[in-house]
């Protein structure tokens, strides 16, 4: 059989060669990876009012700086600094929108760690006052999650704000 796929591969090359036809590899970034599958799987992903940004961390404390600057972030662009109050705003750009945080070394091959965090960023966010009304909810997608519409390809940490 592997003779076969030898000739098939020479016969395949040998095209390739008369036309002028080459061969292209492109290996997609975790960043790719992630952004597609949330594409093609998320039903309510909407590229108006979701975000994504990711973070390289392998280490717990990175990792909740990383999630909680995005907080940081996000609150900052819908907080009126005039007058110390958040606002509501109208526009597609933050009402009811998604932040995906996409952490490919971020205990990659466990998705119950990954979990395990969500869950102490959840108790976090409860006690910090005038958060726990601004996010909706926190969920994890994973390569090994139990359920299958929430196996994605690379971690990713979502936060599902709610800003009405």
Known sequence: DDDDDDDNDDFYNSIG???GIQEVSM??????????WIQL?????????????S???KHVDAAYEFVFSNIAMYLSTTTDT??????THTDSNHNNSKSYLIMP?????????????????EHIISILPGLSNRLS???TLHPEHIQNESRSN???????????
């Open 41 to 53: 799987n998320d039903p309510f992903y909407d590229s108006q009012t979701c975000t994504f940004i």
């Open 55 to 57: 973070s390289d961390t």
């Open 137 to 139: 909810s926190v969920s």
């Open 154 to 164: 690379v971690p990713i940490f979502v936060l599902q704000w709610n800003n009405e």
């Open 105 to 121: 070394n971020f205990v990659p091959t466990s998705a119950t760690s990954f979990e395990k965090f969500a869950m102490e960023v």
């Open 17 to 19: 060669k008369a036309f």
């Open 82 to 87: 005039s007058t110390a109050t958040t606002t």
């Open 27 to 36: 290996e997609l970034s975790p960043d790719d990876l992630a952004r597609r």
